[in-house]
Structures are given as C-alpha cells and as structure tokens.
C-alpha cells in the first residue's frame, strides 16, 4: 500500500486567513505547486479531504473544492475504495505550467519561464492566433515544395519572404530600405548574436539601455563583448553618458519604439542625437523594434532606421510579438556598408530558417492576413490593457504605481518602496501567477523595485482575477502602512 502524503509536505504555510485570495484558491495552488515541484511524486495517495481539512484548520468545503478542481484538470485522480492519488502524467489546460515545471529544473532564463500564465510578458493574444488560416497555409506551402526548394536555398531567406518584409517596413515603420538588405532570421535573439559575430570583436564594448532586454546583453556577452549600461531617461539613452566613454564603444544597442522594460519611445531629438554619437565615433545602432505594432496613446512612432542617412543602424524585427513566439522567425535589415559579412555569418551560424515557415509566413503577408491580423490583435490587447489598468487602479492602490502603458504587450510599474520585486515575484509565482521583476533588467543596482505585467497572452476576465490576486499578495506583504495610503485615494493608476 502507498504512503499517505503528509499534510505539512504539502502545505507549507500556505494558508493565509487574512487572504483576499479565496482559501479553495489557496489549497488548490498549494497542492499544484507540490505537484509541480516535485514534492508530491505522481502515484502518490493525497490524505482524505477530512483529514487535510482537520489538518489546516479550515472548513471541508474549500478543500472538497480544490480537489475536484485537481481532478478535473487530470493531476488527481480518485480510484475506487482506495483513496485520491496523484496522476502519473498529469493533463494540464495550461500547457505553460507544464513548461514552466521542466523550466523549474533548468538554469534561469529570461523567456522561456511562465508558459501561458497571466502577467506572462512578451506574450502576444495566442487564443486569437488564426490558427485555421495558418495551417491551411502551412499545407499549401509544404505541398507547393519543389525540389528546388528541398535544396540548400538562400542564406538571406526566401525571396518572397524578404519582399514582403521590405514592403510591410516601408509602409508601416518608416524603414528605408530594399529587400536585398533584408536577412531572414530565427528570432531577433538569432539577430542579436549576429549583429555580435559581425560587429563585435572580443573585449569590445557595446552600449545597453540600464536597464535594458537581458536577452540582448546575454547575447552580446555570449561573443566576449564587455556591456556597458548607459542611463536612460524619460527621452531615451542618455547620449552623454555614452559620450563619456569616448570612442571605446563599438555599438549601442536600443529599444527606441517602446523602452524595454520602461516602456518610452525614444525622442526625436534624442534619436538624432545618437545617430550623430554613432557618426562621430565610427559606431553602429542596433535598433530592436520588437513590439513596435502595437501603441495605444498615440499614433505608432516610425523607426529610428528611416531617420538615418548615414547607414549606421542596423534595425532588428520579430514575429514573435505580432504572430507567436515559436514561429521563430524574425528579420534584420542590413546596412549596404554590413551586407558581406552579415550573409557570411548568417551562413556560418545555421545557414537559415526552415523553408515551410518562411513560404507560409510570405503568403499570410503577401495575401494581407498579416496586416488583418494587427488591426484585430490591436483592438483586443486596447480591451485587455485597459482591464489590467482597471483591475490594478482597483486592487493595487497604494502599493503598486503605472509607470507606463503607452504601447507593445506589458505595462512597466513600479513597487511601493519596502516591496521587493523578486519576493513579489516568488510570491506570486506561488499563487500560479508570473511576472518579470523589473530589477532583473539592471545590470547594476536597481533604483526601484517594479514589476512587468504582460497583458497580451491573457483575456479581461483572467487579468482582473489576477490583479486581484496580486493586490491581496502586495497587501499580505506590505503591511497597514499600504493600507491606509490605499484608502487615502491613492491609486497610483494612471
Ligand atoms: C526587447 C526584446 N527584444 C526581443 C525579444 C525576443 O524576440 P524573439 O522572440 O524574436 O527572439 C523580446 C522578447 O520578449 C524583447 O523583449
């Protein structure tokens, strides 16, 4: 006979009676976690619902609750006169806990964690995706495959597919240029190491907002490059801290779409100035434009690439944002003055994408899903921002400040001052909620504790639940103090 779990084992003080967070919520993320974790292997007989109840000191209800809910979902199952076990393999609903479970085992990554959970960022809309569409034009093209197209193509990426990325630049961004300075890529991640192989020779230093995508530094790192973090502010990079290092700077990396993570768009004033930086000291810009289709409070700001006339930015895409983040596949635009060495080291890296993904990808652009499909994304992330805003001016007043909400997929806030980030963030993590901490983005000491919330991968209703949650962990961790600023009418919600 099995061994009954012990109660302790799996809920590790957990319960919180002072919670707004209802207590079935409580166990059932309890005993999720446990069997996520690892501390509740599969096959494992989980006490009575009586007995776990006695044990908490709660009701039966709550418990009764949580267990049919983790039946449901397949990580229990009740076995007849014998007891409820936990499942070999369970069947989530929520493919990304599942993910985020193996995630738990490996080193920290900055993308891969979260799966689908609400406050994931850098996740578009993925239960609006036409997926219909896309495998009706994934069949077409793997059946339009001819053996031309079977062989080792184009390291640039597939013609059509080059076209159409020029085409939609040049409309959309503001970009200059030509589809023969288009390379296809396999996500801007590809496109970073890239721009690391080509431009970036060991011990050399390259510029990064602080603070900035940690996904860029680790690529630029992963060449031997020495990053400096320069200052941004409300205009972007602050050029005279760039200044300050002289002509020792190979390269700055910049997000001057959507600041990632604070989120503002770059001056005008600002961009000129750092093109003209990049001119006085032989430098070059690379320019990630990674969610730029998507800004809420003005009209989309068109890229820092079209204002330069003296071919030193190199201008970096994805369809991450706007298709799903799987499709890896992305784009660089290549100045003419780079263009031998970039197809070199695209060559030399992984010679380039998977044919059928591109042929599909040229199609749903050529035929104008693309372009449909923004316009529809933009008036459901409109919906789910303005739910997050909502919920979070309702449930976070006093404790947690907007920063800024203007555009792409996540709002940037910041923590009131005795929150920190990380503790918040583990937190919630056990309440089956993610976010980034904003103070993972410095490279040096954080000045302010914040967190990112994305909006993108999650529906009104699912977003303010988790706002919810959220304003009862900030309370659970802020103390009285918080509470008597929140009813002082400070929402702190712009
Ligand atoms: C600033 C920034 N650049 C690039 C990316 C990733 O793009 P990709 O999936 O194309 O590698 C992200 C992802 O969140 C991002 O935040």
């Given at each position: 006979m099995r061994v009954v779990a012990s109660p302790e084992l799996l809920m590790p003080?957990?319960?919180?009676?002072?919670?707004?967070?209802p207590l079935h919520r409580q166990v059932y993320v309890a005993l999720r976690s446990a069997i996520l974790d690892g501390r509740l292997l599969p096959g494992a007989r989980v006490p009575s619902t009586r007995w776990l109840a006695s044990d908490l000191g709660i009701s039966r209800f709550p418990v009764l609750s949580a267990y049919e809910q983790l039946l449901h979902e397949g990580y229990f199952e009740g076995r007849v006169g014998s007891g409820t076990y936990v499942r070999a393999a369970p069947t989530t609903h929520n493919a990304g806990t599942a993910d985020a479970t193996a995630q738990e085992l490996r080193p920290r990554r900055w993308l891969g964690e979260?799966?689908?959970?609400?406050?994931?960022?850098?996740?578009?809309?993925l239960d609006r995706f036409p997926t219909s569409l896309w495998a009706r034009l994934v069949g077409q093209s793997a059946r339009k495959l001819t053996a031309e197209r079977m062989t080792y193509g184009d390291p640039c990426g597939l013609a059509a597919l080059r076209a159409a990325i020029a085409e939609r630049l040049r409309v959309a961004r503001g970009v200059r240029c030509t589809a023969d300075q288009v390379l296809v890529v396999p996500g801007s991640q590809a496109a970073l190491r890239l721009c690391a192989a080509v431009l970036?020779?060991?011990s050399a230093r390259v510029a990064m907002e602080e603070p900035g995508y940690i996904g860029a530094r680790a690529a630029f790192e992963a060449h031997g490059a020495q990053v400096v973090p320069v200052p941004v502010d409300d205009d972007g990079l602050e050029v005279g801290a760039l200044e300050?290092?002289?002509?020792?700077?190979?390269a700055a990396y910049v997000t001057?779409?959507?600041?990632?993570?604070?989120?503002s768009s770059m001056s005008a004033t600002r961009r000129l100035d750092v093109i003209r930086w990049a001119a006085r000291h032989d430098a070059w810009i690379l320019e990630d434009?990674?969610?730029?289709?998507f800004r809420y409070v003005s009209r989309p700001v068109g890229a820092m690439q079209g204002m330069d006339?003296?071919?030193r930015v190199v201008y970096l895409g994805t369809f991450s944002k706007s298709i799903f983040p799987a499709l890896r596949l992305g784009f660089v635009v290549v100045p003419h003055a780079l263009w031998e060495p970039f197809v070199a080291a695209r060559e030399a890296l992984?010679?380039?994408?998977?044919v059928v993904a591109q042929m599909a990808l040229a199609t749903f652009l050529e035929e104008g899903h693309f372009a449909r499909h923004i316009r529809r994304m933009h008036g459901v992330y409109v919906r789910r921002r303005s739910a997050l805003l909502e919920g979070l001016r309702r449930e976070c007043a006093g404790l947690l400040?907007?920063?800024?909400?203007?555009?792409?997929l996540h709002v940037s806030t910041f923590l009131a001052d005795s929150l920190e980030d990380r503790d918040v963030v583990a937190r919630m993590a056990r309440m089956d909620l993610v976010a980034s901490p904003l103070?993972?983005?410095?490279?040096?000491?954080?000045?302010r504790s914040g967190l990112l919330l994305?909006?993108?991968?999650?529906?009104e209703t699912e977003l303010l639940t988790a706002a919810r949650t959220l304003g009862a962990i900030l309370r659970g961790m802020g103390g009285s103090n918080h509470r008597a600023q929140a009813r002082g009418g400070q929402t702190g919600v712009s």
């Open positions: 003080a957990v319960i919180d009676r002072q919670s707004d967070v979260g799966g689908t959970r609400p406050f994931r960022t850098s996740l578009p809309a970036v020779e060991r300050a290092f002289g002509s020792g700077v190979r001057p779409s959507h600041q990632y993570p604070l989120g434009d990674y969610d730029s289709d006339r003296t071919g992984d010679i380039f994408p998977p400040t907007v920063h800024n909400a203007d555009a792409g103070s993972s983005c410095y490279a040096g000491p954080h000045p994305g909006f993108g991968g999650s529906d």
